[in-house]
């Protein structure tokens, strides 16, 4: 019955449609005593629309990337943080010819200068998602548009630095459109291949961080799991 939640859980998110377009913008809403108590991303149809500036926010410091919609860059995926209570962005930045995956956190304040977890020379690197273990440590999954695309997983412990993990995915699997859930000491993978969505399982292991080799998620031993081809997303950048 577990597996086949995730299953549908996965395949809901990804196969996530948007319908017209509304108000564009992305910011952070505060109470009157200055705690988040929403983010705001609004669908649509292209994903650099959703930057557009329309005034939503009360404050310009409240926006994330103001300059978003004039690069091309594409849809940010934004989540909480457990230990501070803050929200943190990743997205699919046009830098060059190119997308590497950026990421910003809300300080209280503002939002944080984008900074790279991604740096591929002449690879573009797409369609981020983020989640959050309790203790704090964020996991950021995309993929990379390769003539065989792979699904990649970099973390972030609370407090230290960004190690990348590697490739998720298969060798010679053409994987896509990745979506992570941090379950306990579980780190859920869904992406699309064509054989259909693969969820794989894995622990990171993490007690050496910052202490020699990077290390790499260890398989939980689950094996993928193969679902049915969920309808294709909307395209992933303009």
């Given at each position: 019955?577990?597996?086949?939640?995730?299953?549908?859980?996965?395949?809901?998110v990804?196969?996530?449609?948007?319908?017209?377009?509304?108000?564009?913008e992305v910011?952070?809403?505060?109470?009157?005593?200055?705690?988040?108590?929403?983010?705001?991303?609004?669908?649509?149809k292209?994903?650099?629309?959703?930057?557009?500036t329309?005034?939503?926010?009360?404050?310009?410091s409240?926006?994330?990337?103001?300059e978003?919609?004039?690069?091309?860059?594409?849809?940010?995926?934004?989540?909480?943080?457990?230990?501070?209570?803050?929200?943190?962005?990743?997205?699919?930045?046009?830098?060059?010819?190119?997308?590497?995956?950026?990421?910003?956190?809300?300080?209280?304040?503002?939002?944080?200068?984008?900074?790279?977890?991604?740096?591929?020379?002449?690879?573009?690197?797409?369609?981020?998602?983020?989640?959050?273990?309790?203790?704090?440590?964020?996991?950021?999954?995309?993929?990379?548009?390769?003539?065989?695309?792979?699904?990649?997983?970099?973390?972030?412990?609370?407090?230290?630095?960004w190690?990348?993990?590697?490739?998720?995915?298969?060798?010679?699997?053409?994987?896509?459109?990745?979506?992570?859930?941090?379950?306990?000491?579980?780190?859920?993978l869904?992406?699309?291949?064509?054989?259909?969505?693969?969820?794989?399982?894995?622990?990171?292991?993490?007690?050496?961080?910052?202490?020699?080799?990077?290390?790499?998620?260890?398989?939980?031993?689950?094996?993928?799991?193969?679902?049915?081809?969920?309808?294709?997303?909307?395209?992933?950048?303009?």
């Open positions: 019955m577990s597996r086949l939640s995730n299953t549908l859980a996965f395949a809901a990804l196969s996530l449609g948007v319908v017209g377009l509304t108000r564009a910011w952070v809403e505060l109470d009157g005593s200055g705690h988040v108590i929403a983010t705001h991303v609004p669908p649509s292209g994903a650099n629309r959703v930057w557009r329309t005034g939503a926010a009360p404050a310009a409240l926006v994330l990337n103001a978003g919609a004039a690069r091309g860059d594409g849809r940010p995926d934004i989540a909480i943080d457990p230990v501070s209570g803050l929200p943190r962005a990743v997205w699919a930045m046009r830098m060059g010819g190119g997308f590497d995956i950026v990421t910003s956190t809300f300080d209280g304040r503002a939002w944080t200068e984008p900074i790279p977890v991604t740096g591929s020379f002449g690879v573009d690197d797409l369609d981020p998602r983020i989640a959050f273990r309790a203790d704090g440590l964020a996991a950021v999954t995309w993929w990379t548009k390769t003539p065989v695309s792979t699904v990649q997983l970099a973390v972030l412990p609370h407090g230290g630095a190690h990348y993990l590697g490739t998720m995915s298969q060798p010679g699997e053409k994987a896509k459109v990745p979506a992570i859930s941090l379950e306990g000491d579980l780190t859920i869904a992406y699309r291949t064509t054989l259909g969505l693969i969820i794989t399982k894995h622990t990171i292991v993490d007690t050496d961080f910052g202490d020699g080799p990077t290390p790499f998620p260890r398989d939980s031993g689950n094996g993928p799991t193969t679902g049915d081809e969920p309808p294709a997303p909307p395209p992933s950048n303009p």
